[in-house]
């Protein structure tokens, strides 16, 4: 009978001990914050672009990327509006674009999945250095009189490679040539992994104990 009861403490101190580790894996697990989303003092809103990758080789698939970070006490966040003149690069899909509440700020994104196989983006040597056009955000302001503001971003610097020789491009004619057409989607899941990962060693802690209360048992 006290083995049975000694049993039965280690298996309630294993419950808890996995549900405890659950807990804080949602606790980490919780999406904060993040020091991008959060406006320093004064700041009514925040500009910032992303090229990914910033060295391409000629052809590839190339990812803009426009992150708006606004107040919306001051800026009113339907009235913003971001625009991009990327060419000669065109689009490849149509732009995506979310906005979502972070603390006491909005964050607003769109994201261009661009490609360049033309004359202009084809590099003289081994590599050229291409500069695009600023992103525009247009926005109106509010809890005062109402104005209508503009920011421009410049985007970092691209660094194209080429796969051919200039001289097997005619410049003013549509390159005969593409690179691979298929972008992979971005993974999804529909747990977070490290609830994931913290369940599953909770689950495993808690059949080893159950293993070994049935030893103590037999």
């Given at each position: 009978m006290?083995?049975r009861?000694?049993?039965?403490?280690?298996?309630?101190?294993?419950?808890?001990v996995?549900?405890?580790t659950?807990?804080?894996?949602?606790?980490a697990a919780s999406?904060g914050?993040?020091?991008?989303?959060?406006?320093a003092g004064?700041?009514?809103?925040?500009?910032?672009?992303r090229?990914?990758?910033r060295?391409?080789?000629?052809g590839?698939?190339?990812?803009?990327?426009?992150?708006?970070?606004?107040?919306?006490?001051?800026?009113?966040?339907e009235?913003?509006r971001?625009?991009?003149?990327l060419a000669?690069?065109e689009l490849?899909v149509?732009?995506?674009?979310e906005r979502?509440?972070?603390g006491?700020?909005?964050?607003?994104?769109?994201?261009?999945?661009?490609r360049?196989t033309?004359?202009?983006c084809?590099?003289?040597?081994?590599m050229?250095?291409?500069r695009?056009?600023p992103?525009?955000v247009s926005?109106?302001?509010r809890?005062?009189?109402?104005e209508?503001?503009v920011v421009?971003?410049?985007?970092?610097?691209?660094?194209?490679s080429s796969r051919l020789?200039a001289s097997?491009l005619d410049?003013s004619e549509r390159a005969?040539?593409?690179a691979?057409?298929?972008?992979?989607p971005e993974p999804?899941?529909h747990?977070?992994?490290?609830?994931l990962?913290?369940?599953?060693?909770a689950?495993?802690?808690?059949?080893?104990?159950?293993?070994?209360?049935?030893l103590?048992l037999?």
């Amino acid at each position: 009978m006290r083995r049975r009861g000694i049993v039965l403490v280690a298996m309630l101190a294993v419950i808890g001990v996995a549900a405890a580790t659950v807990a804080l894996a949602l606790l980490a697990a919780s999406e904060g914050p993040r020091q991008a989303d959060v406006l320093a003092g004064g700041e009514e809103i925040r500009v910032t672009t992303r090229l990914e990758p910033r060295l391409p080789a000629f052809g590839d698939t190339v990812r803009a990327t426009v992150d708006v970070v606004l107040d919306p006490r001051r800026v009113a966040p339907e009235s913003v509006r971001i625009a991009a003149e990327l060419a000669p690069w065109e689009l490849v899909v149509r732009p995506r674009e979310e906005r979502r509440r972070v603390g006491g700020a909005i964050h607003a994104r769109v994201e261009y999945l661009v490609r360049c196989t033309t004359g202009p983006c084809l590099p003289g040597g081994a590599m050229q250095a291409l500069r695009l056009p600023p992103a525009r955000v247009s926005y109106t302001t509010r809890g005062g009189p109402e104005e209508r503001r503009v920011v421009r971003a410049a985007w970092p610097l691209l660094v194209v490679s080429s796969r051919l020789a200039a001289s097997a491009l005619d410049t003013s004619e549509r390159a005969p040539y593409r690179a691979d057409l298929v972008t992979l989607p971005e993974p999804t899941t529909h747990l977070a992994p490290a609830l994931l990962g913290a369940g599953l060693a909770a689950a495993a802690a808690l059949l080893a104990c159950l293993g070994g209360a049935l030893l103590a048992l037999a």
